[in-house]
């Protein structure tokens, strides 16, 4: 692994991300300051920063676990500096105690964290009497709230954009190996391709797995969020697409490694064989105009009228050869429970 690939992410975090950030520290600083005479408000300024996250549920859970963090360090600090002293021992001493009751209380690591930094600002910085372990209280709850205002008021971040995209790309990489999988049955396939088609085909699940975890992190964003109502539905359409399309990435991959498994350049003579190769070729344009309806109105609104399903008839075959049933056999099952998925979801979209 490259030394960049653990400090760096796979994508660039929002500017305004980046601005909230900003604005919620200054803020902080500023306000806490005034209201607050003494040190520098350090601890205001770090909850206000760590609190303004992706989503308001993320701040208000940030805000809890930096406000119990916070509350337990300083008062682990206070205690055994009243009875210890200020000796650069009792700084390590305390980090060890902050830790294990932490431990013991069986804190999520961010707080256990938390507990242990605090203890250490709280010794570090100033002298930790009672009236300094208020005013240490008082300023990291007063740095949160505005930490948790300041990413209320400015935008708040609704993550069903990409949502949007990762079905997109799902169900497009979907319909694709649909019809890759219709042409190999179309016409003679070496080795190579065979192995070729499969990986592609084993390479949609990811696909799956990201849209779903694009749709729950959306969910997320819209917790507690003020513009979520309007949201929602269009998200509900989004989960309830992908829940059509995970049965059908199964049935696909099935589909693909059985001929690629059981293959024969003599499928080609099967008669049941270029039937099963058009109704995948259907298959994959249902998957489509599923996509396309799923669009928002206005975009829909711009587009060609809508069309019927091309998926419409059971599909009726002669009895395969003995060579060839198993592999027949496996499509036509995999086939008709992509089908029944496909014309169970087009009345209801």
């Keep these: 692994m490259r030394m960049s690939a653990t400090i760096r992410a796979a994508r660039r975090a929002p500017l305004l991300q980046v601005v909230k950030s900003a604005v919620a520290t200054s803020a902080a600083w500023l306000i806490v300051g005034f209201l607050i005479p003494g040190p520098p408000p350090v601890f205001a300024a770090i ?21 119990v ?59 930790a009497s009672p009236s300094y372990a ?19 008021a400015i935008v708040p971040p609704v993550a069903v954009a990409p949502a949007h995209s990762a079905v997109d790309e799902l169900g497009d990489a979907l319909a694709d190996a649909l019809d890759r999988l ?21 390479a949609v699940r990811p696909k799956l797995e990201a849209a ?4 729950t992190a959306a969910a997320e964003s819209l917790t507690l969020n003020p ?21 059908i990435v199964t049935q696909m991959i ?36 599923l996509l396309r309806r799923a669009v928002p109105e206005p975009v829909v609104a711009a587009r060609e009228p809508d069309e019927p399903a091309a998926l419409t008839a059971q599909l009726t075959v002669a009895r395969p050869s003995s060579s060839h049933w198993i592999l027949v056999g496996s499509l036509l099952e995999d086939l008709r429970r992509i089908h029944e998925t496909l014309t169970e979801a087009s009345p209801r979209r």
Excluded: C
């Excluded at 208020?134 to 709230?145: F, N, Q, S």
């Excluded at 513009?227 to 049965?247: A, N, S, T």
């Design 212 to 215: 779903e975890d694009a749709i």
């Design 47 to 67: 909850a206000a920063l760590l609190v303004v996250q992706p989503s308001l549920n993320q701040s208000l859970t940030r805000a809890i676990e930096r406000s």
């Design 254 to 289: 099935g589909m693909t490694r059985a001929t690629s498994e059981r293959y024969d350049p003599s499928i080609d003579d099967e008669p049941a064989v270029p039937a099963i190769a058009d109704q995948l070729h259907r298959a994959a344009h249902d998957v489509r105009l």
């Design 182 to 202: 219709a042409r190999a049955l179309e016409s003679a396939q070496t080795p190579s391709e065979l192995a070729g088609l499969l990986e592609d085909a084993r």
């Design 134 to 152: 208020v005013d240490r209280i008082l300023e990291t709850l007063i740095g949160a709230v505005i930490g948790i205002l300041i990413n209320t």
């Design 227 to 247: 513009r979520g109502r309007r949201h929602r539905d269009e998200l509900d359409e989004l989960g309830d697409l992908v829940e059509i399309f995970r049965p």
């Design 69 to 127: 963090g916070v509350i337990a360090g300083v008062v682990i600090a206070s205690v055994l500096s009243i009875l210890l002293g200020s000796a650069t021992w009792v700084i390590l001493l305390t980090t060890i105690v902050a830790l294990l009751i932490a431990w013991a209380l069986r804190m999520t690591p961010g707080t256990a964290n938390q507990v242990a930094i605090s203890a250490i600002l709280v010794l570090a910085l100033g002298t």
